[in-house]
């Protein structure tokens, strides 16, 4: 099979909209279940393949996702492009709710997840170049099908990956801060990494959701308001892809 496009879709975005002529693949792995069917589909006149990360009804937290399943699956398919789309927190200033980022960094403060292929007795070991996480050319891509769309997307930014699935606290943003996070969120390692490993082209469309613990003028992060902001930057994702897919 042949796909242009695979898409990863984060908290608040289970389905594709827009997809035709789908197909439900529920596909064995070397790894284990993926987090449920991938769904292929006709959009914006190519192929395409979504998958849920927390499954359809969003039951699998952040650090039980099996992000190993998941690539392999998609990979088995015939995906070598893959868009994650991520929610996540704004730390810098120009990273408030609503908005849009293509990060093109990212600092790891997960543990636990198996962040390899090669954790697998008797795989071959590969220490791959991963100086620069997100593939360039896919990240040109998705900032200009988003120029072309009208919508004001930011490029560049460091993601900080933490463990989750609780949300962190206002010392812990801080030390993220000084490490030079612009964003944070729960998803974008290891899935960046194994996408590597596959040789797979992966940039992250990360829609912030709220502002991070001590960032911005909220007193509190309410979860309905984080779904509301999350809503209006999700429903931005299928033009941005139509448009990269037009191309």
Known sequence: MSIDLAVIGGSGLYNFPGLENTSRHALDTPYGP??????????AGRKVAFLAR???????????????????A???LGARKVVGVNAVGGIRGDMGPRV??????????THGRYTSFCDVEGAEVRHIDF?????????????????KAGIAVVDGGCYG???GPRLETRAEIARMKRDGCDLVGMTGMPEAVLARELEMDYACLALVANFAAG????????????FAHLAAATAEVPRILGVLLKS
């Open 100 to 109: 849009i980022v293509v990060p093109d960094q990212v600092i790891d403060y």
């Open 34 to 43: 993926a987090s449920g069917d991938v769904v292929t589909g006709d959009f």
């Open 161 to 163: 990956a933490t463990q």
């Open 54 to 72: 927390h499954g359809e009804s969003h039951t699998i937290p952040p650090h039980r996702v099996n992000y190993r399943a998941n690539l392999w």
């Open 74 to 76: 998609l990979h088995s």
């Open 215 to 226: 960032c911005g003028d909220e007193a509190e992060i309410s979860i309905e308001e984080i």
């Open 131 to 147: 100086s620069e996480p997100y593939t360039e050319s896919l990240r040109r891509e998705l900032i200009a099908a988003a120029g």
